[in-house]
């Protein structure tokens, strides 16, 4: 467990409940905050709500309601919330992801290790 690092809260967007809740208890060992949402919209809504709480957001693709095309989209849009880096997670193919602006793509399933690298890389450029 890691508990040098300063708490630095990160948003996780997928509709799938085991993941939320899997990558939710790696990072809070790992010394994170974190806040979750179902699909794009509640996660907008969470950026929204306090967007400098958020040190980086966890994006799957593919969830219904608002997919993570769209929230990128959206949040691209708003200049308050278009600098909080994304890290995409997903098991579409290199076509799907070609698609979209981020900081980082993990392709699902993905090396906690290379999640926590990800991660820690893409929250000290934001």
């Given at each position: 467990m890691t508990m040098s690092r300063p708490s630095k809260r990160i948003l996780i967007v997928d509709?799938?409940?085991?993941?939320?809740?899997?990558?939710?208890?790696?990072?809070?060992e790992e010394g994170y905050a974190v806040a979750c949402a179902a699909n794009g919209r509640e996660a907008l809504a969470c950026l929204r709500?306090?967007?400098?709480?958020i040190a980086l957001v966890l994006l799957d693709l593919m969830m219904p309601v608002?997919?993570?095309?769209?929230?990128?989209a959206e949040q691209k849009r708003d200049p308050t919330l278009a600098?909080?880096?994304?890290?995409v997670m997903t098991a579409r193919g290199a076509t799907?992801?070609?698609?979209?602006?981020?900081?980082?793509?993990?392709?699902?399933?993905?090396d906690v290790l290379k999640?926590?690298?990800?991660?820690?890389?893409s929250c000290r450029k934001g």
């Open positions: 509709d799938d409940a085991a993941i939320r809740r899997t990558l939710s208890e790696l990072l809070e709500d306090d967007p400098s709480s608002m997919d993570g095309f769209q929230f990128r600098a909080t880096p994304i890290v799907e992801r070609a698609g979209i602006d981020a900081d980082a793509i993990l392709s699902k399933p993905f999640l926590m690298d990800t991660i820690e890389r």
